[in-house]
């Protein structure tokens, strides 16, 4: 199986209908009867009667468009107004990544590390706070949000992350502030208020075992901000734990395990859990260095998984075994989030490819056209298979099997056709089109009895829930 890191604007639909409408299922397993996009019982809408079936996913539903930061596409990432917009794109649920403020409030923020999202480095006010620290075993440098109270942070303006790739997104730099999760919840709550139309939420807790063990704050005193906790405590807070609406995620292991057998359970939620992979797991690394013990690493943590975990068990991707899938189902696990090329593998190429003509080759990788296991290997375990991040932009497109340049919607439709049970997108709309037309194509009189699964149609009021 490949392992790659992920490396995102237009937004044109040209050549969808040249794209293959029919899917052939990896496999072959019952899931129990749910909305489409669904890891667990809850609002949404009901298969067509009498319509054939759809999609390979899991229990046959139509696949769940995630808005990844919002519509960091289109708008700047892990900002209201980005949110808002991925929500009337088509979204079913957004994601935003969740960072502490030195006063324990959870933020929308990429990572920790505010340099690169916002304008902290025209703040000269701010210029004793930039530091170098180690996250996850790496140095990172710049000015960091735990170092910062809410207030301060309320000073700075959100900016484009990777301004080289989406240059036309540097048009909102400046405009918005860094959002609060609370306020991401609230413009699910207003739009379902102005719509009728329910969306779900997935936050990821980003690093947990550096905020809570290992991370320190710029004067050098112990951050100690359990994120998973916190994250549990703001959900209970905002009325908002309806396990067919939210949805959490991690790169690492033990804290979802803490979630799911400790804290969720004292505070009355049973939110799903997805297991992202292929960049994390450094809460492994962590627990079995045994000079970390006097900061809290513990190997412990993981003996109620049916699995072995060792100190080798990331770089060994252990984590992608069969037996390992199942533990993580049995254990804490309604999903995986793999990385789109641990599905579709995909080698580097070079010379770059110019896919667009404007003289400029950002294409770096091309599709070998074999597809692993793995979707197979989840759905067999019971979990769904969330991959991320679909990116319209042509730097992070990988050519065709036979050197040619995709369309605007292959990789999505090439997912979809793999059993994907949802995406993480930048483009939800591009996400959100190619869904609808897929059920609509399925739907049809010529299709019937042809396709796999049942497609919920966009403009049920109800969100696909997990």
Not at 287 to 302: I, Q
Not at 349 to 356: H, K, L, Y
Request: negative net charge; hydrophobic residues 35%; glycine residues 10%.
């Amino acid at each position: 199986m490949t392992m790659q890191a992920d490396a995102s604007s237009g937004e044109s639909l040209s050549g969808l209908d040249d794209l293959p409408t029919q899917f052939a299922s990896p496999c072959d397993v019952d899931g129990d009867a749910a909305p489409a996009g669904s890891l667990a019982d809850g609002p949404g809408g009901e298969p067509t009667a009498g319509a054939a079936a759809t999609f390979p996913t899991l229990d046959g539903e139509a696949p769940l468009v995630v808005g990844h930061r919002g519509a960091a596409g289109s708008r700047l990432e892990e900002t209201v107004e980005g949110y808002r917009y991925a929500i009337q794109q088509g979204a079913d649920f957004i994601e935003p990544d969740v960072v502490p403020t030195k006063d324990g409030v959870l933020i929308a923020r990429h990572e920790p590390e505010l340099g690169g999202t916002t304008d902290v480095s025209d703040h000269p006010e701010f210029a004793d706070r930039y530091a170098t620290k180690m996250i996850d075993g790496a140095p990172v440098s710049g000015w960091f949000a735990e170092d910062f109270t809410l207030a301060e942070i309320k000073t700075l303006y959100a900016r484009e992350r990777i301004p080289e790739i989406r240059p036309q997104n540097t048009q909102y730099n400046d405009q918005y502030r860094v959002a609060t999760l609370d306020e991401v919840i609230d413009v699910i709550k207003q739009a379902e208020a102005d719509t009728g139309r329910q969306v779900g939420l997935i936050p990821e807790t980003k690093h947990p075992t550096y905020f809570k063990y290992e991370g320190t704050h710029v004067d050098g005193t112990p951050i100690h901000m359990d994120t998973s906790q916190m994250l549990i405590d703001n959900l209970v807070a905002d009325g908002f734990t309806d396990p067919s609406r939210v949805v959490i995620q991690s790169f690492e292991v033990a804290n979802l395990i803490d979630l799911q057998t400790r804290i969720m359970p004292a505070a009355g939620v049973d939110a799903p859990l997805i297991q992202l992979m292929n960049e994390g797991g450094y809460d492994i690394t962590f627990n079995f260095d045994p000079a970390k013990a006097a900061l809290g690493a513990d190997p412990s943590v993981y003996q109620g998984l049916n699995y072995p975990i060792k100190a080798d068990t990331v770089p060994n991707n252990d984590l992608y075994n069969p037996a390992a899938l199942q533990a993580m189902h049995d254990l804490y696990a309604e999903a995986i989030g793999p990385y789109k090329d641990d599905i579709l593998v995909a080698k580097a190429i070079s010379p770059t490819v110019d896919g667009n003509g404007d003289g400029i080759p950002l294409i770096a990788r091309q599709l070998t056209g074999d597809d692993t296991s793995l979707v197979f290997d989840a759905h067999a375990a019971g979990l769904k298979v969330v991959p991320y991040t679909i990116r319209d932009d042509e730097a992070f497109q990988a050519l065709n099997p036979d050197g040619s340049v995709p369309g605007p919607t292959d990789e999505y439709r090439n997912l979809i056709a793999a059993g994907v049970d949802g995406f993480f997108t930048d483009f939800p709309g591009t996400g959100r089109q190619v869904v609808d037309q897929l059920q609509a194509e399925a739907l049809s009189p010529q299709s019937q009895g042809e396709l796999l699964g049942v497609g919920r149609p966009s403009d049920v009021l109800g969100v696909p829930t997990f």
